[in-house]
């Protein structure tokens, strides 16, 4: 058979050409797979299907794979694609979450549709609509999928595709739309809850109280207590015990913890997409309703969401009810006690249309507009069933009971890099001063270089600082969003070493093939000045964010503000997102 280099580069396929024991151990009678481990001097020897040389392992050196449709963090072989989806239990959950009753497809994802191009909307022709064909292709490969890996490059291609005369016309509007958004939705400090103080003993001594265990540190323990002392100055902390708590991208929940330690909240809701996050902060919320949901929030419909959870707990409530009372000695014994003190302990559930209220920490980049949108959503849902009579429609008076009012939001955001056009909720705001959705790409993909890793610690010198510490998507070839704390060490012993990432992973460095036309830094005069930039961009982003909301604002309610909620030497994505209705 002749030998074909395998394409993972570990050996040869049947022929070792010349590898040292490649011809005594072909000579010798063998069964198996007929790859060669030339590290190993032996062929593979794993059982093979009937009809194949090699084995399930090695197979796709000889047949061509495919991801798979449901999860493409694994292949698997072109020919088995129907069987493999038939067995994938990538598969099998996608459709258990598309099963739950507050699972709506993309009802949160947005629409690139929600604001034209300059020009399309008039009946303009493409040349009027579009700079260039360059921009409009190198726009189609960033819109295709803006999540996907590598879209840091594709940004820059359509940067490039800019060129130098559309690249400074860009940085004149994001100029105009910062100075007039900034202005009228300012980013004020509002460092509280001891998140200050130079001394953390008695930040860590409530971590302990939340936690014998003590899953925080210093920079966890200082973001937590300043979020929930925000929430509860705003006043979205009162009544906690009768309001439900709404935590979007919750993680392990540990923010969730802090807040029923710090105000008593009994009801709690966490969503997140990731699995395996139970049995984390979940030991620490016994005493509270915990219901935790595995869903993205691009699909989150958070009315049917509480409904659930409302209706759940009153099942529970109404099962605790009617069990049979302890049979036992008399009412002093033990097990007696013990039943009474359950009864006591137990949550009641929420009834009426009740109040609730969201918040997160750290959402990176479109899982805030997503975020957003959910309760905007369930905001104007609520308002509907409020105002429905209760003679309209068969049990109208039923629907009004699992009726959720919107209090407000907290929200700490963070990876601007992460955004996209198609998602984002200020599309409005930012066409007013002209800035097309290939235009936002660029600007998305400039918020990088505010935080793209310096010879300064993070949040010194020009804004340094460091990223999400909950930045799971982090992985996408954009921005590196800061180092980490070893990193940031190496930074300060070697201030005039820099270190070299690759292309993929540092978008302030990018590759000299894609920047032969146009190169967007050397529009700046120093690495100063492309930080500053950076920063305005991921302030303009926040800021449109915040005139959408307060589009949406009833007028007997306050405006929404945005909080820095702790210094900058904490974490360079220190900006919150308040709304109270």
Known sequence: MSGHRASDGDGWWASGSGDTGFEAAAAAPRSGCNFWLRQRARFCGHPTRPGFDVCANHGGCAEPRVPCPADPSHTVAAARLQHHLRTCTAVKLAAARQAQP???????????????????????????????????????????????RGVARRRLQLAVALGRAGFVALLRKVDAAHAALTAAHPCTPSVLGGADAEDDGELLAFTKSVDPMNPYNAKHARQQASLVANMRVAGLLEGAPRCAYVELGAGKGWLSAWLAGASGARHLVLVDRMRGMTGKADRRLRHTALTRATLDLRDLDAAALLAHHAATTAALAAEAAAAPPCEAAGPDSEAAGQQQRQQEGRVAPLSGPFPWVAYGKHLCGAATDMALRACLTAQAQGQAKLQRPASVGDGAAGQEQQCCVFRGLCIAMCCHHRCSWRTFVGKRELAAFGIAPWEFEVLAYATSWALCGHAAPAGEGGGSGSASEDERDAEEGGAAGAESEKEQQQWQRQPSQQLQPSPS?????????????????????????????????????????????????????????????????????????????
Not at 125 to 141: D, I, L
Not at 534 to 555: F, N, V, W
Not at 556 to 568: F, T
């Open 102 to 148: 507050y699972c709506r497809p993309d009802a949160n994802a947005g629409s690139d549709g929600d604001e034209p191009p300059p020009g399309e909307g008039d009946g303009a022709t493409a040349a009027e609509a579009w700079p260039s064909e360059g921009v409009r292709a190198a726009y189609a490969a960033v819109a295709a999928d803006p999540f996907a």
């Open 505 to 581: 992973q540092q978008p302030s460095n990018p590759p000299q093939e894609l920047c032969a036309a146009f190169d967007p830094r050397s529009v700046f005069p120093s690495r100063e000045s492309r930080m500053e930039f950076g920063l305005r961009c991921k302030q303009l982003i926040d800021a449109a964010r915040s005139a959408r909301l307060a589009a949406e604002t009833p007028a007997s309610a306050q405006p929404p503000r945005l909080l820095r909620y702790v210094p900058p030497s904490v974490s360079g994505e220190s900006t919150a997102l308040l709304w109270v209705l």
